[in-house]
């Protein structure tokens, strides 16, 4: 099947004809194509959604927000489809798929269609000076929002909702490696009245359509979740022509673990903070630092859990690990288990390739557990973006902090610990843009959500996402 371009409401083949092929991770096999999107194309959608923009900027908050609802609706509608989508796509477990990704992306619409017509600004009276100020927050313009593919559709709308509710056109470009649920989003759209333009689909891959869209002189502002790596090369490519930035970028979190937590709920969420969706989530505790007291606990019965998780093909109902979502990404977090032992790491679990009937040529790899016995080594600095993680202990809770602290990234920690004062002194001190206590991926949309360090800069989430979106503007009146 040959995914199209969606510009101006139509799809659209891509102008030079260039395709890319997309693979279905849990066989290992080309199931269709995707365009390889150039500057015209680019310039095409750029074209589309600045038509569309004047007309857009000043539609009701009542439709647009009508209009948003009626996606999310659609969503939920089609979520069987999505999720096969999704899951064939990504290699994630249809489980996942269709509890997780495809609710949230419904979720998001559903959440932004409510926050706009909640959003206000400010005003400031200049008392004595007979003035008053008011800002107005207004629409960009034409925006970009680039995604990654781990969690594909979630991701996507995680960007567009809120570009499109508080005005803008956008430019958007989904993962080349997961481009289906983007490309069915737009059908969706279209039945649910989005006019022409507002929201225009661009596919192929970063280099070329991304690296196009990043440096288009009039698309003004570009929300980009992925690797950190790329997320430099765009701020370099952006910071001289000036434009707004949202960068969500990755992490090496620590899931930090006192002795006095309740244990069987941190050993459950332990597994899922850990393992879930591969360990290919920005917020996966792939660093687990444990107390001494209970390490040795911990690390039978950590093993254990991790031992009883069934790998398989995603498409099945029953099965906690998928595959993982390429080759080359495969091929990558293998080679960090590879260097465990000359870093003076002991894989206690996992470790290798697995082979999954009927599924043979698919990217499937055990979850695995290194202990570690520093910091310092790879495996405990660079983000593996994968099903592995390292556990090591700590003595006192200024080693825990330490540890959790000495990374270049910092996005997100877990607290496992029923201590209020330690719990205060840790959400103050570590250096991450969110903290879970007890609890981990609990997420509420309100909130802000982004990172520290070289995990990016800028939040999304609530009013955050619709301030990052919109240009605020201090009028100033004076009377007499
Ligand atoms: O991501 P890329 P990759 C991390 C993870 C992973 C590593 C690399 O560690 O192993 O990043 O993954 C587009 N201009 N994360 O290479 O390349 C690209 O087409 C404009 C963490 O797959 O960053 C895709 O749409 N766009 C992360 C998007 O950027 C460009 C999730 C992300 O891909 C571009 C994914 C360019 N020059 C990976 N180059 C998280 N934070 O959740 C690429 N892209």
Redesign the pocket.
């Known amino acids: 099947m040959k995914i199209q371009n969606y510009i101006n409401g139509e799809f659209l083949p891509p102008i030079a004809n260039g395709w890319i092929d997309n693979y279905n991770p849990a066989i290992g096999e080309v199931y269709g194509q995707i365009p390889n999107s150039t500057k015209e194309d680019v310039e095409k959608a750029y074209e589309a959604a600045e038509n569309a923009f004047a007309s857009w900027s000043n539609t009701t908050l009542a439709t647009r927000s009508k209009i948003l609802s009626k996606i999310a609706e659609l969503i939920k509608e089609k979520l069987p489809l999505l999720a096969a989508a999704e899951s064939k796509d990504n290699g994630k477990p249809i489980s996942l798929a269709k509890t997780i990704d495809i609710p949230r992306a419904a979720a998001n619409f559903q959440f932004y269609a409510n926050a706009i017509t909640q959003f206000s600004s400010e005003a400031h009276e200049s008392i004595g000076l007979n003035a008053v100020n008011f800002t107005l927050r207004q629409p960009i313009g034409v925006v970009a929002c680039?995604?990654?593919?781990?969690?594909p559709l979630y991701?996507f709308t995680w960007k567009i909702a809120p570009a499109i509710a508080s005005g803008n056109c956008v430019v958007a470009?989904?993962?080349?490696?997961t481009p289906m649920t983007a490309f069915l989003l737009a059908e969706i759209c279209n039945e649910a009245g989005l006019p022409k333009g507002v929201l225009n689909i661009v596919h192929?891959?970063?280099?070329t359509?991304?690296?196009a869209?990043?440096e288009h002189p009039n698309i003004k502002a570009i929300s980009?979740?992925?690797?950190?790596?790329?997320?430099a090369?765009?701020a370099s490519?952006a910071a001289p022509m000036f434009k707004k930035l949202s960068l969500?970028?990755?992490?090496k979190n620590p899931n930090i673990i006192f002795a006095d937590c309740d244990y069987e709920k941190m050993l459950a969420t332990t597994v899922r903070s850990s393992f879930a969706n591969q360990g290919?989530?920005?917020l996966c505790g792939s660093r687990i630092l444990v107390e001494e007291k209970i390490y040795e606990k911990f690390k039978k019965d950590f093993i254990k859990k991790v031992s009883e998780l069934k790998i398989g093909n995603p498409s099945e109902e029953n099965i906690h690990i998928g595959a993982l979502?390429s080759k080359e990404?495969l091929e990558?977090v293998k080679s960090y288990i590879d260097i465990a032992e000359d870093e003076g790491g002991k894989v206690l679990f996992g470790g290798n390739k697995v082979t999954i009937i009927d599924c043979e040529n698919g990217y499937y790899l055990q979850p695995t557990i290194i202990e570690v016995k520093s910091n310092k080594c790879r495996l405990n600095q660079e983000?593996?973006?994968g099903p592995v993680v390292t556990i090591m202990p700590f003595k006192i809770d200024e080693e825990a902090l330490q540890l959790a602290n000495d990374v270049k990234y910092g996005?997100s920690s877990t607290l496992w610990t029923n201590n209020l004062k330690r719990t205060m002194q840790f959400s103050k001190q570590l250096h991450t843009g969110i903290v879970w206590v007890n609890t981990w991926m609990l997420r509420d949309l309100r909130t802000p959500f982004g990172g520290q360090k070289a995990?990016?800069i800028g939040r999304e989430g609530g009013f955050e996402a619709l301030r990052f979106f919109t240009e605020p503007k201090n009028i100033c009146i004076q009377y007499e």
Do not use: D, M, R
């Open positions: 680039i995604s990654p593919w781990n969690l991701l470009k989904p993962s080349e490696i192929g891959l970063g280099t359509t991304g690296q869209i990043v980009f979740t992925g690797g950190t790596k790329t997320g090369h765009i490519v969500e970028l990755g992490g290919q989530i920005c979502v990404h990558k983000e593996i973006f996005l995990s990016g």
